[in-house]
């Protein structure tokens, strides 16, 4: 499995958002709750999430799935050697999923999370 680019958007109205996002992208989501959508992109390979809880219309965070915790891991070293401030979590459950992590910044501030999906959870 390649890596596959990862955006999440806050939505106002979720259930608007997955009606609009299901007819512009041509699919359905691959998870629906009550405060998050996840749709799996083939081509291009992303990951577009829409999240409840933030200001609408803005962007949540970017990031990038890797195929395994390995790949998770050899991206921290690098990014450590490059200076970067970073915040790991291995085993964590967030967006109905469980994940090995790092979590680092742009310039101007916006998250990126660096993960692999190790399970999905509820």
């Keep these: 499995m390649a890596n596959t680019f990862h955006v999440a958007l806050y939505v106002k109205d979720m259930d608007a958002a997955i009606a609009r996002y299901t007819k512009l992208l041509g699919q359905e989501p691959a998870k629906v709750r ?26 949540s965070h970017l990031g990038i799935r890797y195929p395994s915790t390995g790949d998770v891991a050899s991206e921290m070293a690098r990014t450590k050697r490059e200076g970067l401030d970073m915040l790991e979590q291995q085993g964590t459950t967030c967006c109905y999923a469980k994940a090995d992590k790092f979590w680092v910044r742009d310039a101007d501030g916006m998250p990126w999370e660096m993960y692999t999906l190790l399970a999905d959870a509820e």
């Design 34 to 59: 009550h405060d998050y959508a996840k749709f799996e992109i083939a081509d291009p390979p992303v990951i577009f999430s829409l999240n409840t809880g933030g200001e609408p219309g803005t962007a």
